[in-house]
């Protein structure tokens, strides 16, 4: 169909297309303002998060601890990011961004908050415009638009630098509404084409978009009015950019039909995502009555919260032994009402119908009856599903009004009061994401039981060094949560470095009894048993965990220098080399296989693995030592260097403080090799002095016979450091 649709009378003329842009001019300059502010309360509201840091909730897995996603993007990383999946997801596009972020950034947080900021006001403007051109409407679509924009409910997933996905994925989502009211409207394959390219990125930045084409569907019965047998006027196409063109109308199956190859991208996603590793272990695993009853009271949940959103938090954990039985009948009575409702409205007030299924349609793969994590719901899951309500909310109320001698007003100031209301609200509940210890705070503060915020508040005291609060912190989630295998774990940890080597291991077997396939607890159980001299049984465990994660740089490293103390020097060289093929930047196995080469009489080789640990780790005191001694004491002329070992000594001595004896004796040699003999025996003779207060009898007996080497302006030769 070409030409303008006529709407009643054949005596209606084609607007002068000149007349109708001069018309438009008005009304789109309105439009783009409106684009304006949107964008600034999304940056009044989430712009504080440019001075916020990484927080310990799976940022470091995403980013500032994850050494693919560090380098930047690279070709190698682009090939990981296709077919990674241990976290439990997958989505490609995603990783990318965060290595993009690292490219520009580094590890400075600012700038990967700013991305997300940034991707949220997009996906605000965008969804400005879809609703603008769908329903022809300004400011309903700008109230809907800016509830999306600075609803509490946003903090997570705009603050959280990890729910990247959810951001870059309502990016895409917009994308493919607007496509598909470009293709509703004069359908081709190459508007289809565009829409289902939208609809891919988007499954690959974060597969919870697989019920997209669902709500292509309930936008085909409101606003588009695709469906054969509509006679609402509220189901017809409003954009007045179409030229008042009718969108063609296809029966039901038709419009099933048409969104076929959308529905296979779906299937693909949902397939990808099952191949990946499920994250949620067994004892976070719940009955399946008891996540049906869960999920029938959290889409009660998020409809209180989305109206008072108070008590906001991450996470809220699955409640034990199920939501009680009360306020499961409760919630489906309210559902069921609610349903009823929207049912029995739908010719008069279709909107209700198509924002009430958009809801609840696009939970279900995140409401917890297929359980994907330990959260019985979370404030990211409605990043998109809401957007039906608001947009069903708005509607009604505008129409409710209609009667109203004031409307105008009196709806522009409940929009204004509830715009500002919202705004004061977000902010606040941004601002508990500026760091770990406010998150986790604040979540034991809003929850009961919590027994992950314990966990990770833990692991946070555990990092800063307060071993007695982390201690704490550990005990009491165990006592929430006993089969807790990852804070059994962490338990352990601290009671190893607060020297109880046999409590640790004893917390170490309790974890792998719950969780036998767990490398970090193999890892860590071999490196208390290496401590004790028990060399046999620490490989065993570091072999275990290698098993299960085979790139476990840290489990290969440690493995080596067990191996290394078994006299195995070979295999351990083969060992830090596996390592530094996974990560080129470990600086403790370069440092471990320059010491195996210095063992060896592999000097030059020694000295090349010490120097890329110092690039990688400038304050290395092993590796400034070891390689400030051989720039002294080679053998071989061409390996000596005085000056440079005068440097990286000193250097060393400064960090240590002086009071280092080891270091005091690489300096000494430095000094001779610069022919400074006197100076080299007064700093030796200091050194001497601190080895035998410390009772480092073999140092302090080298030191004597280099000491009667100064004095005969002789410097050492070969020593080993």
């Known amino acids: 169909m070409s030409g303008p649709w006529k709407l009643e009378s054949s005596a209606l003329k084609p607007a002068n297309p000149q007349t109708t842009r001069k018309a438009r001019d008005p009304q789109a300059l309105l439009a783009g303002c409106v684009c304006g502010l949107l964008a600034l309360a999304v940056l009044a509201v989430f712009g504080q998060t440019a001075r916020f840091g990484f927080v310990n909730l799976d940022d470091p897995m995403y980013v500032y601890e994850n050494p693919v996603v560090e380098k930047g993007l690279t070709f190698q990383g682009a090939l990981w990011a296709l077919t990674y999946g241990k976290i439990g997801h997958w989505h490609p596009l995603t990783w990318l961004t965060h290595m993009a972020d690292c490219q520009m950034y580094g590890l400075w947080a600012g700038g990967h908050h700013l991305t997300n900021v940034a991707l949220h006001a997009a ?3 965008l969804l400005f415009l879809v609703l603008r051109a769908m329903t022809g409407t300004l400011w309903r679509s700008a109230f809907v638009a800016a509830v999306f924009a600075i609803h509490p409910l946003r903090a997570e997933s705009v603050a959280w630098i990890a729910e990247r996905k959810d951001v870059l994925s309502g990016v895409f989502f917009m994308l493919t509404l607007g496509a598909y009211g470009h293709y509703a409207r004069r359908p081709s394959r190459g508007r289809y084409a565009a829409m289902a390219l939208a609809y891919g990125l988007g499954l690959l930045s974060k597969n919870m978009l697989v019920t997209l084409p669902f709500v292509l569907l309930l936008l085909d019965w409101w606003p588009l009015g695709r469906m054969m047998g509509m006679q609402n006027a509220e189901c017809r196409m409003q954009n007045a950019e179409s030229g008042g063109q009718k969108p063609p109308r296809l029966a039901f199956g038709g419009l099933v039909a048409e969104k076929v190859p959308l529905l296979l991208l779906s299937v693909a996603s949902c397939l990808a995502t099952a191949l990946v590793p499920e994250k949620v272990q067994d004892f976070h695993r ?47 009575v309210a559902l069921a009402a609610i349903s009823a409702g929207v049912v029995a409205c739908r010719k008069k007030r279709p909107y209700l119908l198509m924002g009430w299924l958009w809801y609840v349609g696009m939970l279900v793969p995140v409401i917890g009856i297929v359980q994907i994590s330990y959260y019985s719901h979370a404030d990211r899951y409605t990043y998109l599903p809401e957007i039906g309500l608001a947009v069903a909310v708005t509607w009604a109320v505008a129409d409710g009004c209609a009667g109203w001698k004031h409307r105008r007003a009196a709806l522009g100031g409940l929009m204004a009061a509830a715009v500002g209301a919202l705004g004061v609200c977000a902010h606040i509940q941004t601002s508990y994401w500026r ?19 314990r966990h990770n508040l833990g692991t946070l005291f555990l990092k800063q060094g307060k071993l007695d609060d982390a201690l704490a912190q550990f005990q009491e989630s165990l006592r929430i949560m006993p089969d807790n295998a990852e804070a059994l774990n962490n338990l352990a940890n601290v009671l190893a470095m607060k020297g109880d080597a046999r409590a640790a291991i004893a917390q170490y077997q309790k974890a792998l009894e719950i969780q036998p396939l767990y490398p970090d607890a193999h890892y860590n159980l071999g490196n208390v048993l290496r401590k004790q001299g028990k060399l046999e049984e620490a490989v065993a465990q570091y072999r275990a965990a290698l098993e299960m994660a085979p790139e476990h740089v840290d489990a290969l490293n440690n493995l080596g220098i067990a191996l290394a103390m078994q006299g195995a020097d070979d295999a351990a060289i083969a060992q830090y080399q596996k390592a530094l093929e996974i990560q080129p930047g470990h600086a403790e196995a370069r440092f471990n296989l320059g010491n195996v080469f210095l063992k060896h009489g592999r000097l030059a080789e020694a000295m090349a693995q010490y120097r890329e640990a110092l690039a990688i780790r400038p304050e290395d005191l092993g590796a400034l030592n070891n390689l400030a001694w051989l720039l002294a004491t080679a053998a071989d002329p061409s390996l000596r260097n005085g000056a440079q070992a005068v440097a990286l000594a000193t250097k060393a001595s400064q960090l240590s403080g002086g009071g280092n004896p080891a270091v005091l004796r690489t300096l000494a040699a430095a000094y001779a090799e610069q022919g400074s003999h006197a100076l080299a025996a007064a700093t030796a003779r200091r050194a001497l002095e601190l080895a035998v207060r410390q009772k480092q009898e073999a140092l302090a007996a ?20």
Do not use: H
């Not at 760091?435 to 929850?447: F, I, K, Q």
């Not at 080298?702 to 450091?721: D, F, G, S, V």
């Open 123 to 125: 996906a605000t403007v």
């Open 286 to 332: 719940a009955p399946v009555l008891e996540r049906v009853g869960n999920a029938v009271v959290s889409y009660v949940t998020y409809l209180w919260q989305m109206v008072f959103p108070a008590g906001l938090a991450n996470p809220y954990p699955f409640p034990q032994g199920g939501q009680p039985m009360w306020k499961v009948c409760l919630a489906f």
């Open 435 to 453: 760091d770990s210890e406010s998150l986790w705070t604040r979540a034991l503060a809003c929850t009961t039981d919590n027994y992950v915020a």
């Open 702 to 721: 080298a030191l004597q016979n280099e000491i009667k080497l100064y004095e005969a302006n002789t410097p050492p030769r070969n020593a080993p450091p």
